[in-house]
Structures are given as structure tokens and as C-alpha cells.
């Protein structure tokens, strides 16, 4: 006899049981989310813009895995590049003053005032990621185009000819609204190996009624040029091997009961307002109908109706000012229970957004904003899991959205700008792409629960070589450690050009020989 009791020796296998026997999910492809992507996007957009939990939801990830300041850190492979070249030009000291360089150019591109990084001209490079990665979390996919725009640059305009322009997902699709084909799936054009070739845009969304014309046109462009400068950028996470297409966020697999919790939030609000309003009410003896119906329409019921209505119409009756309750022969004053919110409705919700806290990756306090009944370690450990899930989806996104545009830019500032290369042999951009491109994103830092202990434990780690400076500057506060030991130094010069006493985070920089030792004396001229 099975184990189980079913007709398999797998429970899940299991088609004859009453818990099983209706469960049959068909076995769909990996594409097969395309069909249904405009209805699962739709509800998790709804969600998303008219929900409070939905919205907090987005806007804590975002906030904790992009933020405001989402920049690249250049760190070239100068390992890669000598031992391609055999050049030892390429050393620690060369890629610092190289990584110094690009930086300070993608700060000029990227937070230019006159935001020429935006084709729309609207946003900058950080708010231009921050909407992405936004896109990505509630529609699926991160889309946008690099073109090329030299008419821009110029005296007291842009720096730079490439561009970025957001493309919402809705336009990627298969022209006419075709179903999926061979090649082309959800609006991505693929080769025999599934890689994406080309891509088909909407010329306009399919909403937009002042654009009617174009969108009914689709745009077929490619993703890259003939020598790898990207075109297109296309960013999501997929579920399976094959997939081509994001088509559900992060509030997919949540939408049900998110919406069960709105309704029933809703309903429980409606009956608080009935029950705020209808807070008493005057019962009569007699019910007029029933009684005309037994005694027969004789008028007496209906006189005494009458005169209850010219009693209440005329009684005036106060005291102070105050209305008295004198009732008519017969009546009586009931009032109604205003038992609302039911007492099961705090844990249904709390239950409810554990739920779609786990679903979305994020801990239940972050979602509902509600840290009244945890402690320090139980917040320190919910947010430490929240951390690994929020820095994975933060380099998925660099490694997909980032890095791409990082690697046009750069292949743009090795044409324009001097930029520090060793004597000797120096391979082309094109031919050492990976290693010249090398880099680190920053994005917020996590933050500290109890201040005081956890950067005792940084200074501790430090001191023992399990960490850096680097490290606990970008992932505690979001900072680059030069920029803080730079600031550093500028204030110790500042206590000691001012005359005053340096506090003790200063003195402990200073080696207790130089210390002691007097200042030296000037050489005689």
C-alpha cells in the first residue's frame, strides 16, 4: 500500500484524492506570460497607484536598491589589460587615476543641469535608473533606447552625443498584436539561439488618443550596432530558462490577496459609517401593513400612524436648549452596536501583509511600517534578509540596465576626452570592453537599527582585515570613502587653521612620534 494513499508514490503526483484530483495546472512554456501580460500588468499598476500597501511596497525597494544617487564606480581590470598587452603601465595607480577621470565624466554627463543625458530632457542619470528600475518592479521589464544625438552637443550644451531615452514596456510587442511566433515573442526578436536580435516598438503607446496614428505602427530596431554599441537596453528577471519577456512583477504574485484585503478593508469601513449614522432609531408597536391586513382597512391603524407623524411634527420639547426624547404612546428608542472594525480584522490584515511581504522580498515591518512589535534583534534580522534580497535585485539591475549604458558612455569619453593611459601598448576600447568597463554600482547604504553597536562592530572588522573602509562606507551609509577621507582631512585642517582643539576622531589619526615632536623650523634662506 502507498504511503501516501493515493495513486502514485508521489503525494504531489496524486489524481484521486479529494485535495488533488481537481488540481491539474497545465504545463505552460516559458513565453507563455506574453499572452496574459497586459491584464497582470494593468492590476499590478492598479495596485500600485492606488493602493497604499501596493505603493509603500515599490517605494521601499526603491528607495533601499537604487535611491537617489545610483552611480557607477570605475574599477578597469588592470590585471586583464596588462597580462593582454604584457604593458605593466597598467598597475593599481593607473586604474585609480583612470576610474578618477571617468567618474568625473559621467558626473558631468550624468547631473548636468541642463539633463542632456535624457533625450526628453527631463530627468537625471539617477532619476532616469530610479524610473527603470520603478518600470521593472511593477510592469516586468526595464526598456530604453541609446541613440545618438550630435545636434545636442555644443558651447554651453551637451558634452556628450549619447543619450538615454525610458521606453515604456507597453510598447514592446509583436507588430499588429500578432500571437508569439517562432522568433518573435512579446515584441523581442530572437536568432536560433534565443538571443535578442531586434526589437519591436509601438511608435506610440496604445493608450496615448492625441498619437492614434502611430500607434498602430511598429518600429523594428536592433539591439546593438555592428560593433556592440548597445542600442537597446532591455532589463528583467526572468523564472525560467527561454523566457524573453518580464511580464510580472514583483506584486504578481500578490495581486489576490491584496485585492481581498482592499475589499474587505473597504467593507469593513462602510459598515463603521452605517453604523456611525444609524446610532439609534424609534421602534412603533405596530407594523401598519400586517396590522390593516388582520383587522381589515377600517382606518384606525392609519389614524394612529397619523397622529404619531402630527406629534413628532409639532413636540418641541427642550430643556436648556437641549431636545427632550418624549416618545409617543407606544414607541421606544433602540440603538445599534457599533461593533466595527471586527475584532478578527487586525489579525486577517497582519496575516494578509506577511503574506505579500514574503511574496514581494521585503520583511512585513518595512511593509506595513509597523515596528511596535519587534525588538532590536528581530528587526536586525528581518532587515538583514530584506538587505540580501533588495543588494541581489540591485546588481541584477546594474549587471542588466546599468552596466550597458555605463559601457556606451565610456566607449564615447575613450573618442572625446584625454583620458590617462599607460606608455606602451594600449588595446582599443572595442577589444578590451569587459576590462575597461569594469565597475562597482552604489546605491543607498543600509543604515544602522542601533547606531552605536553596529559601528563598534565596523571599526572591529576593520581592525581584524574582514573588511574596508570601502566597503563599510558604501554599504552602511551609501558614500565613496575617498570623498570621506577627503572630507576628513579638510576638517582637520579646518580645526587647526582655526585654532581650535581637534576632537578625538582626530587626534586618534595622528602617530603619537609626530605627536610629541615640535614643528620643524623653516631652512634659512
Known amino acids: 500500500m502507498l504511503v501516501g494513499g493515493g495513486d502514485t508514490p508521489y503525494d504531489a503526483a496524486d489524481s484521486q484524492s479529494q485535495h488533488m484530483e481537481g488540481w491539474r495546472p497545465f504545463l505552460w512554456a516559458p513565453d507563455s506570460v506574453n499572452m496574459y501580460r497586459d491584464r497582470i500588468v494593468s492590476r499590478a499598476r492598479d495596485l500600485a497607484v492606488n493602493d497604499g500597501w501596493a505603493s509603500g511596497a515599490i517605494t521601499r525597494i526603491l528607495d533601499n536598491a537604487v535611491g537617489a544617487t545610483f552611480r557607477p564606480i570605475a574599477k578597469p581590470d588592470y590585471r586583464a589589460l596588462a597580462l593582454m598587452t604584457g604593458n605593466k603601465g597598467f598597475d593599481a595607480s593607473w586604474a585609480d587615476a583612470f576610474g578618477r577621470a571617468v567618474e568625473a565624466g559621467w558626473r558631468t554627463w550624468a547631473d548636468d543641469p541642463g539633463h542632456y543625458c535624457d533625450a526628453q530632457r527631463q530627468r537625471s542619470m539617477a532619476q532616469i535608473f530610479r524610473l527603470a528600475f520603478r518600470h521593472k518592479l511593477v510592469d516586468g521589464d526595464a526598456l530604453a533606447g541609446l541613440p545618438w544625438m550630435p545636434e545636442r552637443v555644443g558651447r554651453g550644451r551637451a558634452k556628450y552625443c549619447t543619450v538615454v531615452q525610458l521606453i515604456d514596456p507597453d510598447r514592446l510587442s509583436n507588430p499588429q498584436v500578432q500571437f508569439d511566433q517562432r522568433q518573435l515573442r512579446g515584441g523581442v526578436e530572437i536568432d536560433e539561439h534565443g538571443a535578442a536580435v531586434a526589437y519591436h516598438i509601438r511608435r506610440a503607446h496604445q493608450g496615448d488618443w492625441f498619437a492614434a496614428a502611430d500607434s498602430v505602427t ?169 538587505w540580501k534580497t533588495l543588494t541581489r535585485r540591485r546588481t541584477d539591475f546594474a549587471v542588466g540596465f546599468g552596466s550597458p549604458v555605463y559601457c556606451a558612455i565610456l566607449e564615447e569619453m575613450m573618442e572625446v576626452d584625454n583620458l590617462p593611459m599607460p606608455s606602451g601598448v594600449v588595446p582599443d576600447y572595442l577589444d578590451a570592453r569587459g576590462a575597461y568597463s569594469r565597475c562597482r554600482w552604489m546605491g543607498p547604504g543600509r543604515g544602522w537599527i542601533d547606531p552605536v553597536a553596529e559601528k563598534q562592530g565596523a571599526v572591529l ?24 577621507l577627503d572630507q576628513r582631512a579638510r576638517e582637520m585642517q579646518g580645526f587647526k587653521e582655526r585654532g581650535l582643539e581637534p576632537p578625538s576622531w582626530a587626534k586618534m589619526n595622528i602617530p603619537a612620534n609626530q605627536a610629541a615632536a615640535p614643528p620643524k623650523k623653516p631652512d634659512a634662506q
Open 218 to 386: 511598429w518600429q523594428r530596431i536592433p539591439r546593438e550596432t555592428d560593433w556592440g554599441r548597445p542600442i537597446i537596453v532591455h532589463d528583467f528577471d526572468a523564472d525560467r530558462a527561454d523566457q524573453h519577456r518580464g511580464g510580472a512583477g514583483v506584486l504578481t504574485p500578490v495581486v489576490q490577496r491584496l485585492k481581498m484585503l482592499i475589499k474587505y478593508d473597504g467593507t469593513e469601513l462602510d459598515a463603521a459609517i452605517i453604523n456611525a449614522i444609524f446610532a439609534a432609531y424609534v421602534q412603533s408597536p405596530f407594523d401598519p401593513a400586517l396590522v390593516e391586513a388582520a383587522l381589515g382597512d377600517d382606518g384606525a391603524v392609519g389614524a394612529y400612524q397619523t397622529e404619531r407623524a402630527n406629534y413628532h411634527k409639532e413636540r418641541r420639547t427642550t430643556l436648556n436648549g437641549a431636545r427632550m426624547p418624549i416618545l409617543f404612546p407606544g414607541e421606544s428608542i433602540n440603538t445599534v452596536s457599533a461593533a466595527r472594525p471586527n475584532s478578527n480584522f487586525a489579525d486577517f490584515e497582519g496575516a494578509v501583509l506577511r503574506n505579500a511581504a514574503a511574496g514581494i522580498g521585503i520583511s512585513a515591518q518595512q511593509l506595513s511600517n509597523d515596528w511596535s512589535d519587534v525588538n532590536y534583534s528581530s528587526a536586525r534580522a528581518a532587515l538583514l534578509e530584506a
Open 461 to 484: 572588522g576593520m581592525d581584524a582585515a574582514l573588511s574596508t573602509l570601502e566597503e563599510e562606507c558604501a554599504e552602511n551609509t551609501g558614500q565613496d570613502w575617498e570623498e570621506v
